[in-house]
């Protein structure tokens, strides 16, 4: 019994030899549908803030410098890469790359960071709401414009009006110190 | 159906002052709201009907009406009924009776509670901390809502929980929270009398990262089952399929045949990775390396496969609310059942040449032994049950996504110990593979994949969904919220009641067997713990501070 189990465990290690991959001397290429390190077409983003609503990582934030000129900053270092950004965009701006070898001495390496002109709208205001027709999907609970971008916080007030006293306050916006920090 | 008749009539006739109402949600799910001075008898009588205690769901109602919420859910395998026994207690004397003597399972909810919610359980056998560490301060209960999601009290130090009292003649061998066998960071206090053990203490929890109060808070519906994938390392399309179920139930949404079966193709490719991957862990915990590389090696294609699937080998972010993301297209069918052939192929090779290895008999039969009574009475769940000859499976006995047109087995083995285990989980990875066939083969070809929501999800709606992850039930709770996104989400993972059941386990077994029964269980848990100095001479131990350890560790040479 001991000596057939062990005749067997050797042809079952022998048959299929040496399986280890020599990567990263040889390169490995990510599948077709693989959800890389997402990418943003800046001719096509329309600044709606639909990926900064869904984003489960809260890693997109948004911040208006004025009314004309709006601050898209993607901070890949707290990404999840769920590709959720890419599955919500109206306008296709978004896509999820195959690259993967991320790892940087340099956490701005991973950032994106887009200025956007904001044309005056005549209508609605809400680009995305006006595509989005799944009710679960609708831009309803973080608000935008005043995400602290230099502390990478998001600030979850919503306010139809642009709001100088919010933005001015959300300067300094700090996260949750640890404690001995 | 009979049995929702039954149950009502039962719980109606015995305690006709304390049923307030009876809901019933579906065929499937009712839900029975009590007065608190009866929570033990009638918990009790459900137990006695045939029901199976699951979990405890507690929330914070103040708002509303000025009350804290306790739910205690039960399951009746036969007749395959989910039943929440809804109760509630007023803010200025959150006072009930523990249900915990009677089900000893019942335990950590209970203590969960009293940590964050400040509930008061009378009769509870150990109301010890639980979940919040030992620096957090007194009065301070996370999960209320006047708490913000991202307080941060300041550390303490000469803080400790106190280990139960060692039994007389024993010593205390402290495993973990770092040790070579375990893999997660967690504590057993383990006491022994000579090699033979004869109890434990756990302690664990530490690195509870609060995601159920920061998803109620901070997050909408459909980005939860992304944190909730993340929840496990290995099955965690389990948990978001989970988290939708609930949320679809509570807001009555029906999504399409097509989608359904692709979840279900998606937790068994999970199930047949997770198991191959436990008996990877097996094996090395007994010493046994071959196995270990071997498995893993058969493991490897299926998350290529995933990667090919879904755009990720492990964390598939397949599921949210109304179906799925992606689609499975005719070549990825070809493709999975190239994929899943193979595996069939070459497990078969692994288990003919395994199971009539005396070195793994020797090592795990009649190790960790549990009578099927007790297995009952502590409700343990998933192949640790089915091992110790209780015939439960959620994907049987309460059919969700596709399970309802599946044909397959439900391996029970009647030697409740380790080996066991070990052979229910490997019968099961052959019943995923044919499970998988038979959903490519059944798969309706047309329908949307995702069902898109007219309208805003009602708020303060119930919902329980469970789904038999390849550790056991996974449970979740839902109360649906007013701004798009849940009131209350409350998830129970498998190694929540199996966990408690390890003590039992480990009784009178050999200190050299702990690793293997710790790991038959398959453990997922997350904690931290401290560093302990024991005396063997007087049995006594000492907590080391911080300060005294790095001197300690200076001065020696």
Redesign the interface.
């Known amino acids: ?2 000596l ?3 005749i ?2 050797v ?3 022998a ?2 030899g040496v ?1 280890t991959l020599q990567y990263p001397f040889e390169p490995r290429p ?6 890389g390190q997402p990418y943003w077409d800046h001719h096509k983003c329309i600044g709606c803030g639909g990926c900064a609503a ?3 990582a ?1 890693t997109i934030l948004v911040r208006d410098l004025c009314q004309e000129l709006r601050v898209m900053v993607y901070d890949g270092s707290r990404c ?5 950004c890419a ?1 919500v965009c109206p306008e296709d701006a978004i896509t ?1 790359t195959a690259s993967y070898e991320l790892a940087t001495g340099s956490k701005e390496d991973v950032n994106e960071t887009m200025e956007l002109f904001m044309a005056t709208c005549q209508r609605c205001g809400r680009c995305y709401d006006h595509e989005i ?6 831009m ?3 608000g935008f414009k005043y995400d602290s971008l230099e502390m990478r916080a998001v600030v ?1 007030v919503s306010s139809e009006q642009f709001d100088m006293k919010l933005y001015e306050k959300t300067e300094k916006i700090k ?6 920090e | 159906m009979p049995g929702i008749e039954e149950i009502k009539n039962g719980l109606k006739k015995g305690f006709k002052d304390a049923v307030v109402s009876v809901e019933e949600q579906n065929p499937t799910r009712m839900f029975v709201d009590i007065k608190s001075a009866k929570v033990r008898d009638v918990s009790n009588a459900i137990v006695a009907m045939g029901g199976r205690y699951l979990v405890s769901v507690g929330y914070d109602n103040i708002a509303r009406d000025g009350t804290l919420g306790m739910i205690h859910t039960f399951g009746f395998d036969r007749d395959g009924i989910y039943l929440a026994l809804r109760t509630s207690v007023p803010e200025s004397k959150p006072e009930m009776d523990s249900i915990t003597p009677d089900i000893p399972n019942a335990g950590w909810s209970e203590r969960e509670y009293m940590d964050l919610l400040g509930m008061r359980f009378s009769g509870h056998p150990k109301p010890k901390r639980l979940v919040l560490a030992d620096d957090w301060p007194e009065g301070v209960h996370p999960l209320r809502k006047d708490i913000p999601w ?6 303490a130090e000469d803080v400790a929980y106190q280990l139960d009292e060692c039994p007389e003649g024993c010593s205390i061998v402290p495993l973990g929270p770092y040790h070579p066998t375990l893999h997660e960071p967690e504590h057993f206090a383990i006491y022994v009398d000579g090699e033979t053990v004869k109890g434990c203490d756990y302690r664990g929890f530490m690195t509870h990262r609060g995601i159920e109060k920061l998803c109620q808070t ?7 089952p ?2 909730a994938e ?1 929840i496990c390392g290995i099955c965690g399309s389990v948990h978001a399929t989970s988290y939708s179920q609930a949320v679809e139930l509570a807001g009555g949404i029906k999504i399409s045949r097509r989608a359904e079966y692709i979840r279900t193709i998606m937790l068994e490719i999970e199930r047949i990775h997770s198991h191959l991957l436990w008996l990877g862990v097996a094996g090395h915990l007994i010493g046994f390396d ?1 196995v270990f ?2 498995s893993w ?1 058969i493991r ?1 294609p299926v998350m ?1 496969l995933g ?6 080998r492990k ?1 598939y ?1 397949m599921i949210v ?2 179906g799925v ?2 689609d499975i297209t005719d070549e990825m069918k070809d493709d999975i059942r190239n994929v899943i052939g193979t595996i069939e192929k ?1 497990l078969l ?2 288990q ?8 793994i008999h020797r090592r795990t039969r009649g190790v960790g032994y549990i009578s099927t009574d007790d297995t009952k009475l502590w409700s343990l769940v998933g192949p640790v049950a089915r091992a110790r000859n209780v015939d439960i499976d959620v994907r049987r006995d309460y059919p969700y996504a596709a399970y309802d047109e599946m044909k397959f087995d439900v391996p029970v083995f009647d030697s409740n110990d380790v080996w066991a285990t070990v052979l229910v989980r490997l019968v099961e990875t052959f019943e995923a593979i044919k499970i998988i066939r038979q959903c490519l083969d059944k798969m309706p070809n047309d329908g949307p994949v ?1 069902t ?6 009602p708020a303060l709606k119930h919902g329980l969904a469970a789904v038999e992850a390849p550790r056991g039930e996974v449970v979740h709770y839902v109360i649906t919220g007013e ?3 849940p009131e209350r989400w409350r998830v129970r993972a498998p190694t929540y009641p199996n966990l408690q059941g390890v003590p039992l386990m480990l009784l009178n077994n050999q200190l050299a067997d702990v690793p293997i029964i710790i790991g038959s269980i398959d453990p997922c848990f997350s904690c931290t713990d401290r560093m302990e100095v024991v005396d063997l001479r007087s049995g006594a131990a000492k907590i080391a501070s911080q300060v005294e350890l790095e001197e300690l560790s200076r001065n020696k040479r």
């Open positions: 019994m001991w057939t189990s062990k067997k465990q042809f079952m290690v048959k299929p399986v990510a599948p077709e549908n693989f959800r869904h984003c489960p809260r999840t890469y769920c590709g959720r599955d999820m027709t799944n009710a679960i999907d609708r309803s609970r973080i979850p996260r949750p110190e640890k404690a001995g | 991202n307080l941060m009290p300041p550390a901070q997050l909408t519906y459909n980005e939860v992304f944190v993340r071959t590389m071997q090696r490897e290529w990667e090919r699937i879904t755009g990720n964390t972010g609310i109304g993301r992606r070459e090779t692994v003919k040449a395994i199971q009539g290895d005396t070195a995702l898109e929501l007219d309208a805003p999800i701004k798009n996104a």
